[in-house]
């Protein structure tokens, strides 16, 4: 039988915690480390200090499969969107440099946070089930374009300093005050539109959110308290119009908010994987 288990990183969230072959299921983290840029006149003393999300390298991925190789003959690796990080290209060049052991497959999510947990959620239940890695591969092949995401990210300078997004444009942005929200189009973050409001902003997600014929799963990750008046509306939204859908909350992960800032928003749609 097959023996295959899937390395995901430390973006990747969940919407059940003992879901079939979580056992299988291996985290490799991110590290942060803390820069000071010089905004000129931009910020009072013209200094700030910002933690930055570095992937972990080729040879700390070499380790991790050295080490899952000892238990498994097939090794998954899937991580959050490559256009978001480069995490994926780490993983990608520490594969074609490792040849001891287990055969280890890389795939791009083109997504994260809940996108990505559930499609690891996905990987882990088929593996659990005897599946090879190739029709895992091919599952998720079919899966990944049927997660959506939105983003809410008022603070565009994170985008800026992960080499996303052009440092004047985000400054310049933030200065207008207003709430940039991004769709994700293959792994890639594209404007969508701007809104000054929180209330607009939800308005924006409950539209989004009524495109969907069949939706399995909705969830909402940020900062905010779990059943806030914003979030209760969204979750109302759903029980009217999808009552065969599932609706979650989930405070945003601190690799995520190193990513994204503190105050983003994200909105998730999952169509019917399987």
């Known amino acids: 039988m097959p023996n295959v288990c899937i390395l995901t990183d430390s973006t990747a969230q969940y919407t059940q915690s003992n879901f079939p072959g979580h056992e299988r299921v291996y985290v490799i983290p991110f590290d942060t480390q803390k820069t000071t840029h010089q905004e000129g006149n931009s910020l009072p003393g013209g200094v700030i200090v910002q933690e930055q999300l570095i992937p972990p390298s080729p040879q700390e991925f070499i380790q991790s499969y050295t080490r899952l190789s000892r238990a498994y003959d097939s090794i998954l690796v899937l991580t959050l969107a490559s256009l ?55 599952q998720l092949r079919t899966s990944i374009p049927r997660v959506y995401m939105l ?11 992960a080499d996303l997004l052009d440092y004047a444009q985000a400054l310049v942005a933030e200065m207008m ?30 539209d989004f959110m009524g495109e969907f014929e069949t939706p399995a799963q909705f969830a909402l990750v940020s900062s905010l308290s779990s059943g806030s008046p914003r979030t209760r509306q969204l979750h109302q939204f759903v029980k009217d119009t999808f009552p065969g859908s599932l609706f979650s909350e989930h405070a945003i992960k601190p690799p995520l908010v190193k990513l994204l800032g503190p105050r983003s928003i994200g909105l998730f749609v999952i169509e019917s994987v399987q």
Request: net charge negative; glycine share 6%; proline share 5%.
């Open 84 to 138: 978001l990080n480069p995490i994926m290209k780490h993983a990608l060049s520490a594969s074609e440099q490792y040849s001891n052991g287990a055969t280890v497959e890389v795939i791009d999510s083109k997504t994260t946070a809940i996108g990505l947990g559930t499609l690891v959620q996905l990987a882990a239940a088929a593996a659990s089930e005897g599946a090879s890695l190739r029709e895992i591969r091919q």
């Open 151 to 161: 983003f809410c990210i008022p603070e565009l300078i994170y985008l800026a300093y």
């Open 177 to 206: 005050g207003m709430l940039p929200i991004f769709s994700f189009e293959d792994g890639r973050l594209v404007p969508m539109e701007k809104v000054r409001t929180p209330r607009q902003m939800f308005e924006v997600f409950q």
